[in-house]
């Protein structure tokens, strides 16, 4: 099975409750990404403004840092939008393997509207679909479509990582 995952996609397309469910499948332990964020990304998305590469890079290299000392494998929950922000998490742990979670961009924003107590506002949704970059042929990973239940969504990654 393959040891370090990023569940990745843009805001509210289910990182953290898939994570959860397939660090349940799996017995890899999930972090958030989220909660690695610098407070000055958070204030700063919080306040309506994307976040720039500057900004992500010590985060992602910290997230891939995270992962290259987890012997034993884990899963984060990252959106790793673009290939240059995923090969800044596969400099620290080559073996990375990504599931992006897709969905359309009016599913994505009708569940980001009615989510509560997240610092990312709707507005910043427009930004990350700009930067999205889907996985590369050579890049290991899988996507997914967030239309199935996050139960179904854990089950085919957990399927994917066992292949």
């Known amino acids: ?11 509210s397309c289910g990182k953290s409750t898939v994570g959860e469910l397939l660090a349940q499948h799996t017995g890899l332990p999930f972090r958030d990404g989220d909660d690695m964020h610098p407070a000055a990304n958070i204030e700063k998305m919080a306040s ?27 899963i984060v929950g990252c959106s ?23 969905g359309s961009y009016e599913l994505l924003k ?11 506002p709707v507005s910043l949704l427009d930004s990350q679909f700009e930067t999205l970059e889907e996985l590369r042929p050579e890049e290991a990973g899988v996507v ?9 969504l854990a089950a085919a990654a957990a399927q994917y990582l066992e292949s």
């Open 48 to 74: 309506g403004q994307a976040l720039d590469d500057d900004d992500r890079k010590p985060w992602l290299e910290s997230i891939g840092r995270f992962l290259a000392d987890q012997e034993d494998g884990a």
């Open 80 to 102: 790793a939008l673009k290939h240059s922000y995923r090969e800044l998490i596969r400099a620290a742990a080559p073996d990375t393997v990504f599931v992006h979670l897709h």
């Open 1 to 11: 099975m393959r040891k370090h995952v990023v569940i990745m996609g843009v805001s």
């Open 144 to 152: 997914l479509d967030v239309s199935a239940t996050p139960e179904e």
């Open 110 to 120: 009708e569940r980001m509207s009615k989510r509560s107590g997240h610092f990312m």
